[in-house]
C-alpha cells in the first residue's frame, strides 16, 4: 500500500523541498506481529508465547486456565475471584476486584508482549465487569481434543476411526495437572474424562461395524499402556474388548 500525501493543490509551484517530500511514498507501518500462542491442557497446565514458556504465579496461571476453559465465553470478575483466590465469600468487594484486574493487567503482559493486550484479553463492563480472552480453537490443545471427538459423531465410517484415534492419541497425561483442586478445574477434568470414554466406546463400535476390531484394540493398548494405573480407564477397556 502506498499513500502519497499532498501539501499543495499544484505541486508545480510547491518548494523544492516540498517536492523532493511529494515525490516520496509514505509506505503505511504494518501493525505489530500477533504472538504465537499455544495453551497445553493435557498434563501440567502451560502457556507458551512464540514457542516459550510463560512463568506465573500461581493465582495468575489459575485465573489463566479459567479464562481459557471457558472458550471466549465471558467470565465475570466476581467469579475470577471466587474460583482461583478460593475465597467462597457471597459478597465480592471492591479492592478484591481490582486484585483481579491488577492479575488480567498481568496476563495481557505475558500473552501480547509489545502490546497492550486488549484485544486478545477483552475487559466488557456493564452492571457486572467481565473478561473474555480470545483464541483460536487450534491454539487449545483440551478444545481440539474435543472437537475431534464431537466431529467423529457425525459420521459412521473411516473417518471417525481417524479422528477418534487422533483424539485418544492425544491424551497422553491427565488433564489440568498442577491447577489447585477448585470446582471448576474438577468439574472440567470430569468432563473431558467422560469424552475421553465416549471415544472409546465409539472407535469399538465403528471399527466392529466395519471390521476392523484390530485397530481399536491397537489404539487402547496405546492408550492403556501410558495409564497404567487407570482403575476406571482399565474396566472400560477391558469391558469393551470382551465386546469385540
Do not use: N
Not at 77 to 87: E, F, H, I, M, V
Not at 202 to 223: E, H, I, S, Y
Amino acid at each position: 500500500m502506498t499513500i502519497t500525501a499532498l501539501t499543495h493543490a499544484d505541486p508545480a509551484h510547491a518548494d523544492p523541498a516540498d517536492r523532493v517530500a511529494l515525490a516520496r511514498p509514505c509506505r503505511a507501518v504494518a501493525p505489530p506481529l500477533r504472538p504465537r500462542l499455544r495453551f497445553t491442557g493435557f498434563g501440567v497446565f502451560r502457556a507458551d508465547v512464540d514457542g516459550a514458556r510463560i512463568l506465573l504465579p500461581p493465582i495468575s496461571r489459575t485465573m489463566l486456565a479459567r479464562l481459557v476453559l471457558a472458550r471466549g465465553g465471558l467470565v465475570y470478575a466476581d467469579d475470577l475471584y471466587r474460583d482461583c483466590w478460593g475465597d467462597p465469600s457471597a459478597v465480592v468487594r471492591r479492592e478484591q476486584r481490582v486484585a483481579v484486574h491488577k492479575r488480567i493487567g498481568e496476563l495481557r503482559r505475558c500473552l501480547a508482549p509489545g502490546t497492550d493486550g486488549t484485544a486478545l484479553l477483552v475487559t466488557e463492563r456493564s452492571a457486572r465487569t467481565g473478561y473474555r480472552l480470545l483464541l483460536d480453537d487450534d491454539q487449545v490443545d483440551l478444545h481440539v481434543f474435543a472437537d475431534l471427538v464431537f466431529r467423529a459423531a457425525a459420521v459412521q465410517d473411516a473417518v471417525a476411526v481417524d479422528l477418534l484415534g487422533r483424539a485418544l492419541a492425544m491424551w497422553t497425561e491427565p488433564p489440568l495437572l498442577g491447577l489447585p483442586d477448585a470446582g471448576f478445574v474438577r468439574d472440567r477434568v470430569s468432563w473431558l474424562t467422560d469424552l475421553r470414554d465416549r471415544a472409546c466406546r465409539d472407535l469399538a463400535a465403528v471399527c466392529g461395524a466395519l471390521g476392523r476390531g484390530r485397530d481399536a484394540r491397537a489404539a487402547f493398548d496405546r492408550l492403556q499402556a501410558r495409564h497404567c494405573t487407570d482403575a476406571g480407564l482399565r474396566d472400560l477397556i477391558d469391558s469393551l474388548r470382551g465386546d469385540r
